[in-house]
């Protein structure tokens, strides 16, 4: 997974700034720990060097005065005060004298005891224990000095300093990622806000808008926003009103044609043959012209009436009812007996506008499936057809959309309907492809009384 498609896709913008807050914090920690400690070691070092060679200097000038007043070496050596973190070690005619057994002779480094023999000096060396120390050499009467300091305690103090300090890079890091993170949900909240708000408008409350917060550049997007809502309400229900009203003035007229096209038809016996054709297609295209407007007015209705009639209904009868008033075999419906919470009117025009769109534009009803699901039912149509394909399946559902294959009957809202009444009942529709290849519509609708 590369870093871009991590940080640009998947993390939120929340998270994003949480992370930088915390590696910043970090690498800002990290570069004061790394300067405290090589500053710190530094001093601490060289403090640590000046107080050896002042004490070996102090030591080496009593070892000299009683050398030179004819002391034998090891007596000379013994007279020295005794320290914890040091070692002196005597050389005189190539024997060495020694306080104590810490570091023999022979790991102190070579460059430093076969210097000149007037000559003093200092190094820091590793013995074969892993400790480091500090050899300091000092030219006495009749040989060399040499005293070795540990630098154990040091070590030890500075690596107590060092995971001190890695552990406050990690606190920062830590406490850097909380402050980001806190930083950054304040800073997206309005756009969470104007998610929420999006969502809310999607799901059909036109009525939804968000707070304007006080900084001025999110105000601006927020105002932006609920002028954008107002104008798609606005927009919305005069695109409504302007569906219903026309509508509803061609409902009278129609109600005189359909009228007068059904009194031509009961006299089709009376008529020659070539205007008894034509009454008889007059007559179909006023039946579809009626049942368009009639779809019309529904659609307007479900835009504005949001009311749900709940009550207890027997799912196995209300569809065999629906299939027997279509003239088809109830028999053609299998799968669970149900009973449902949910708006009868309403699961009622959903069946019969899915079976409706199989007969007419699915070459026949094949099967119909109820199955009791943990929320309510699952409804699945099958038909015949040659099924529906991808490219229009997010389509179909809008209104007067029609396949190519459909047939010249209806006007392509029938689907509309179905998808508005399901959103109405709290379910959801989707199309599929049956398993002999034909389409397949499923929907879920939850019972009211679970919710």
């Known amino acids: ?49 000046d107080a050896a060679l002042n004490r070996a200097l102090i030591d080496a000038r009593i070892l000299d005065a009683d050398l030179a007043r004819g002391q034998r070496p090891g007596k000379a050596l013994e007279a020295l005060p005794e320290t914890e973190d040091s070692q002196k070690l005597l050389q005189v005619e190539g024997v060495w004298y020694s306080s104590n057994v810490t570091v023999s002779p022979r790991e102190l480094p070579p460059e430093l005891v076969e210097m000149p023999g007037g000559a003093g000096a200092l190094q820091r060396f590793s013995a074969s224990n892993g400790e480091t120390y500090l050899a300091v050499r000092v030219p006495v009467t009749g040989g060399v000095f040499i005293e070795v300091f540990s630098f154990k305690e ?105 009228g007068t096209a059904d009194l031509l038809e009961s006299r089709l016996d009376r008529l020659p043959k070539r205007e008894a054709t ?17 779809d019309l007015l529904e659609i307007s209705r479900i835009g504005g009436d949001q009311l749900v009639q709940v009550e207890q209904i027997d799912i196995g009868l209300l569809i065999d009812e629906l299939l027997s008033g279509r003239g088809l075999d109830p028999e053609v419906r299998r799968g669970d007996e ?51 394909p991808p490219d229009l399946a997010g389509q179909i559902f809008e209104p007067f959309a029609r396949g190519e294959s459909t047939s010249p009957d209806g006007a392509g ?9 399901v959103r109405l009942l709290g379910g959801n529709v989707e199309v599929a492809k049956s398993d002999q290849g034909g389409a397949r519509f499923i929907v879920d609708i939850p019972d009211r009384g679970r919710l």
């Open 1 to 49: 997974m590369s870093r871009r498609k991590w940080f640009g896709r998947r993390a939120g913008l929340a998270n994003r700034v949480a992370v930088a807050f915390a590696f910043i914090s970090m690498v800002v920690a990290l570069v004061v720990s790394g300067a405290t400690y090589f500053g710190a070691r530094l001093y601490l070092v060289q403090q640590r060097e």
């Open 154 to 258: 040091l070590n030890s103090a500075l690596a107590i300093l060092g995971w001190v300090l890695v552990a406050a890079s990690i606190a920062a890091f830590v406490v850097g990622g909380g402050v980001g993170r806190a930083a950054g949900k304040r800073l997206v909240s309005p756009l969470t806000d104007l998610a929420d708000g999006a969502r809310h408008i999607t799901a059909g409350d036109l009525k939804a808008r968000v707070a304007v917060p006080d900084d001025p550049d999110m105000a601006a997007i927020s105002v932006a926003f609920n002028d954008m809502a107002d104008a798609v309400e606005d927009r919305l229900e005069r695109e409504r009103r302007f569906s219903a009203n026309v509508s509803h003035e061609l409902r009278s007229p129609l109600t005189g044609i359909m």
């Open 278 to 294: 034509l009454v008889e297609a007059l007559n179909r295209q006023v039946r579809r012209f009626s049942a368009t407007v009639l």
């Open 338 to 388: 149900v009973r449902l919470l949910t708006d009868p009117r309403r699961f009622e025009r959903v069946v019969g506008n899915l079976i409706d769109n199989a007969q007419r534009h699915g070459e026949g009803l094949t099967d119909l499936v109820v199955e009791q699901t943990d929320t309510g039912l699952r409804l699945t149509v099958d038909d015949a057809g040659p099924g529906i």
């Open 413 to 421: 809202l029938g689907l509309a309907i179905v998808r508005e009444q």
